[in-house]
């Protein structure tokens, strides 16, 4: 059975940090492009990261240079670690591998 598993998530006050996680489990990630989305009370699903097989990785304008992700093939793993939080970065994170979805984790940024 493929699925993902994310984690990390919680109530972080601005200016924290985290690091997301999402552990695959019946599969690998080796040979599929990974994006991370999230999902804002009240808007649209968007894209925030991704990283392509070949090691390449791309971010939405708002998180440049906060956000980095990354890939642990051996451990079926991706993560999103974040810095410098801002209120605008709350919502449920999901992770995508391949036509796969994480069934999210949620990050709320407050004081």
């Known amino acids: 059975q493929l699925q993902l598993v994310e984690s990390g998530g919680g109530l972080v006050q601005p200016g924290g940090s985290l690091r997301l996680s999402c552990a695959a489990s019946?599969?690998?990630?080796?040979?599929?492009?990974i994006g991370w989305f999230r999902q804002a009370p009240g808007k649209e699903r968007e894209g925030v990261s991704c990283?392509?097989?070949?090691?390449?990785?791309n971010y939405a304008d708002s998180v440049k240079g906060r956000f980095t992700i990354s890939r642990d093939n051996p451990k079926s793993t991706t993560y999103l670690q974040i810095k410098d939080l801002k209120p605008e970065d709350t919502g449920v994170y999901y992770c995508?591998?391949?036509?796969?979805w994480g069934q999210g984790t949620q990050v709320t940024v407050s004081s």
């Open positions: 019946g599969f690998t990630l080796d040979y599929y492009d």
């Open positions: 990283l392509n097989k070949s090691g390449g990785t």
């Open positions: 995508r591998v391949g036509l796969e």
